[in-house]
Each structure stands twice: as C-alpha cells, then as structure tokens.
C-alpha cells in the first residue's frame, strides 16, 4: 500500500519541548458526515466507527443528538449509539445542544457530551436558533446535570477565527464566550477554526489570550477546517503552545450545514503522519486508519481528499464518481 516511503511512515525527527503524546479527538462520523448529501446506512456509520477504534482511536465524536429536522443526517443517533458504544478504551463524545438532546444521550448511557457554542451572533442564529446569551443559557442545565451525573463535558467554540458573515471576529469576544462556557463548568474548550482561514499567529495569539483570562492550556483543545490549507500549521503552533488535544477527521471528511465556505475538518492521516514524525505519541496504526478511510471513500463514492491518504493508497484513491 506505502508509496514514497518503505512501511508507509515518516522518519522520525523530534522537536524540543513538543508535548511526547497527544489526544486525537476523532470527528469523523459527527462532523464528518453530519454535511453528506446523500443518506449513510446506520450499518456503514457503525463499521466506520469500529474501525476507527480498531486503528487505536479513543475518542471518537459518534454522532448527534440535535433536532432530526436540523441535521437529518444523523437522525439515526438512537439506532447508531448502542450499535458501537461500548468498546473497551474508547469513549464516544455525542453533541448535545439542549435538555431534550442530554436526555436522550443519557437514556443510551452517553458518557461524554459536547455543548457547541459560537463566538459570533451570526453563526449562532444559524446554528442554534438562539443569541449568545440565549444559547449559554440553553447549555446552563445540560453542563449542570452532566456534571452531577459525572459526564465529561467538552464545550465547542465555533468561529474563534473568522465568521461567513461577520468576518473578522475579536479575540476579545472569542475569550469573553470562551470563558463564559468555562464557566459554565466545561471540562474543555475546543476552539472551532470553522471555515478554516486561522493562521499560526492567530492560533498562538488567541491561546495567550486565553490563558491570561485564566484558561488553562490543559483544559484546551484545538478544531481547524482545512479550507486554506492551515490546518496542521496551526496544529504545530497550538503544539508549541502545548495544546495535547487536537481535533480531526478521518480521511478529510466533514463541513457544517451551518456554516457556507467551511470544508472538510484537519484529515486524521495528515495529523498523524506530522505527529509520528515529530516522535508524538498517538496510538493510531496509520496503515489501519489509511485502510479505513479507502473503505469510507468507497462507501462514499467519492476519493479522501486527505493528502496522506492519497499518498498512501496510492491508485487505490481513485475511486469512482458517483
Ligand atoms: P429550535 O427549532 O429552536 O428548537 O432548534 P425548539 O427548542 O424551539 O424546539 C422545537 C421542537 O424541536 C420541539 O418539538 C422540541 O422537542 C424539538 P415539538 O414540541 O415542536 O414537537 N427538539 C428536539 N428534538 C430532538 N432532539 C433535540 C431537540 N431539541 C428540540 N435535541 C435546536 C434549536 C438547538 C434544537 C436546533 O437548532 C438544533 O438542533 N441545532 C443543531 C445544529 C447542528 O447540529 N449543527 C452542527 C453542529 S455544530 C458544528 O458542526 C461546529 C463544530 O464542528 C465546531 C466548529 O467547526 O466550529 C462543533
Ligand atoms: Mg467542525
């Protein structure tokens, strides 16, 4: 399967003072497949996930539970949960933006939820229905009740870089949102590059930012859209930052119905071959997970639009249009 290199890895050359491991939170089958046009078989979202846990992934992101009629993409999340949850080591986060959507996680046992904010009033609107400070209320219950019930609780923030419609956006209105949710009781923060124009600077500027309003690094996580091609530039900025936790999805796949202009999220086998390259532990087999997204590609009917996937399956990536 490897081309360019025998084994199909990156030689392996540290930085210093890069973090030795970090978390990869997988989004594929949320964010990945929530934007698909055509409707994915419960079954085929199931095999996915499973081999993406087989290929070392922990955290997968399975699915949402949000209004059907907004995302009716994954109106299967009631059939899809139990089918993959649980799988020994692997946790499965679900999106959840309101009471309705935390009883129905907590009715299939979901450990891990996932609020999603937005930094911007416009994005919002078209997301939640809501403003701001109506959203921040809508998770208020959902944080508190998760917390009493001992789930983890990951807070999104979306637009942290650039809006469709607002375009540029503060760093000072991401940190206020930002640490209203840290507020709230989120145990991290994932800082959404949604349309995916952040760049380094910005990355770094932001995270500083941050941490002298009193938001710890730790509690940190870093989502980037790969719409300019920034996205791992930025992940090794937020590395040496010392950001562990970094978001992507398996085989480039992914967008927001939400959000005009935002492409496919960081590919998984593109931040995996730059991790193992820099000697970052992951605890991801890059072959497996390469297989995984050709066979997702074919499901789909349409190549990876991963580098590294295209690289490493080499003619297999041609795949039909449909
Ligand atoms: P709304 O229309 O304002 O809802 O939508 P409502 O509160 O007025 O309720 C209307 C009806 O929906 C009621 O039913 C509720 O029970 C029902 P009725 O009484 O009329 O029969 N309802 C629900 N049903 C099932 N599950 C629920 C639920 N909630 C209400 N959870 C709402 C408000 C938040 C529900 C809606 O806007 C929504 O579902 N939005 C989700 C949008 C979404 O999933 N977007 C993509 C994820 S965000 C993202 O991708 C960005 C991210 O990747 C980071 C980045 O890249 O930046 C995370
Ligand atoms: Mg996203």
């Keep these: ?6 084994g199909g890895l990156p030689m392996e050359v540290p930085v210093p003072d890069l973090p030795p491991r970090v978390r990869i939170h997988e989004v594929g089958p949320r964010d990945g497949l ?18 993406l846990a087989d290929a070392g992934l922990t955290t997968i992101e399975a699915t949402s539970f949000v209004h059907p009629k907004w995302v009716p993409q994954l109106a299967d999340a009631e059939q899809l949960f139990p089918m993959v949850s649980p799988i020994e080591g692997v946790t499965f986060p679900v999106l959840v933006p309101n009471e309705r959507g935390l009883d129905r996680a907590i009715a299939l046992g979901a450990r891990r939820i996932a609020v999603f904010g937005s930094a911007t009033e416009s994005f919002a609107s078209r997301n939640l229905n809501r403003t701001i400070d109506e959203s921040l209320a809508m998770f208020e219950p959902v944080v508190a009740r998760a917390k009493d019930d001992k789930i983890h609780v990951r807070g999104y923030l979306s637009m942290c870089f650039g809006d469709p419609w607002e375009g540029k956006v503060p760093i000072h209105q991401v940190v206020r949102v930002a640490k209203r949710l840290m507020d709230l009781g989120c145990d991290e923060l994932s800082l959404g590059d949604t349309i995916g124009v952040a760049t380094p600077g910005h990355v770094l500027t932001l995270l500083a930012e941050l941490n002298e309003e009193g938001v710890p690094t730790s509690a940190l996580g870093v989502h980037f859209h790969d719409t300019y091609g920034q996205a791992l530039a930025n992940t090794f900025a937020a590395l040496e930052h010392g950001v562990t936790t970094v978001d992507s999805s398996a ?4 967008g927001c119905p939400y959000a005009k202009s935002a492409t496919g999220n960081l590919a998984t086998e593109d931040l995996v071959w730059m991790l193992h390259g820099l000697g970052i532990d992951t605890g991801v087999d890059l072959g497996r997970l390469t297989a ?4 997702m590609a074919e499901q789909l009917g349409r190549p990876s639009p991963s580098r590294t996937v295209r690289a490493l399956a080499g003619a297999d990536s041609s795949h039909k249009e449909p």
């Excluded at 399967?1 to 025998?6: D, K, R, S």
């Excluded at 929530?34 to 081999?51: D, L, S, Y």
């Design 1 to 6: 399967m490897a081309e360019g290199l025998p």
């Design 34 to 51: 929530q934007n698909e046009k055509g409707v994915i078989p419960t079954g085929v979202k199931a095999e996915f996930i499973r081999r």
């Design 251 to 254: 085989g480039g796949l992914g």
């Design 292 to 295: 995984t997204s050709v066979w």
